[in-house]
């Protein structure tokens, strides 16, 4: 079943899987799809559209009216570009339950297939090898434990002279974590077939040559 040309990046919040896709596609010369943006986008469009998860037919009313586009690291949405906007905190605190409800996942994973059903994509989320693209033909499973990630988030944040609180920061990721692990439609979980790359001692220069090695020894050289 492993033929299609694409390289499936699943991982856990705050891993790194956006920044390491975007470079080890412009390695291979491919596209990069962020579907964390899309959810994000969704998310952000729920948010503005005063939408309550309770209200079981919101989300039916909200869905088709979107149009969401991405390319050269901005995203848009309905025209506008939301880049930043979907960063948000607010935005970010409605993602994870947002993202469970099978509804939107249904309306996002046919929309991400369509775009990068015919190859040469690097995908990253949390679901493309187990649902989305399970015929890829090079799987990622990017993990860092949590404390290596939290150290990190907090450097990030530290240098845009946020501050912030680390432990908190480690908080919300080992939560966010369980949330996406958990819930019962298409859970954060290593897809089978996928190699797992644990990035806790490695940098960003590391992660990108081993994966693209890996990928370059796995059949990818063919792509
Ligand atoms: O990668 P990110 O932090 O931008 O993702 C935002 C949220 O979207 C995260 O809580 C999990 C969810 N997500 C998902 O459920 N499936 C994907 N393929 C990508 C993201």
């Known amino acids: ?35 964390g943006a899309m959810y994000r986008s969704v ?25 969401l586009s991405q ?5 848009e949405l309905n025209g506008e570009d939301v880049s930043e906007a979907i960063r948000a905190p607010e935005v ?10 099978p509804r939107v996942r249904d ?10 059903g015919r190859g040469r ?5 949390r679901d493309i090898g187990t649902v989305v693209f399970p015929e890829a033909c090079c799987k990622v499973f990017l993990t860092a434990s949590v404390q290596a990630r939290a150290h ?11 501050p912030s609180d680390e432990s908190e920061v480690a908080r919300d990721l080992a939560a966010r974590d369980l949330t996406d692990s958990t819930r019962a439609v298409a859970p954060l979980r290593k897809a089978e077939g996928a190699w797992e790359l644990d990035s806790s001692a490695l940098n960003l220069d590391e992660v990108v040559k081993t994966i693209v090695a890996h990928h370059l020894a796995h059949g990818g050289a063919q792509a």
Do not use: H, N
């Open 1 to 35: 079943m492993a033929s299609l040309p694409l390289i499936a990046l699943d991982g856990p919040s705050g891993v790194g899987k956006s920044t390491t896709a975007k470079r080890v596609a412009a390695e291979l010369g491919w596209d990069y799809l962020d579907t």
């Open 43 to 67: 998310a952000l469009a729920a948010l503005r559209a005063k939408l309550t998860l309770a209200d079981p037919d919101a989300l039916e009313r909200l869905l088709p009216g979107l149009e």
């Open 152 to 162: 990190r988030r907090f450097l990030e944040l530290q240098a845009k002279g946020l």
């Open 71 to 75: 390319g050269g690291g901005r995203f």
């Open 121 to 125: 994509f690097v995908v990253d989320g």
């Open 107 to 116: 309306t996002l994973v046919a929309q991400q297939r369509r775009i990068g």
């Open 92 to 101: 970010t605190a409605l993602v994870s339950p947002l993202s469970a409800d």
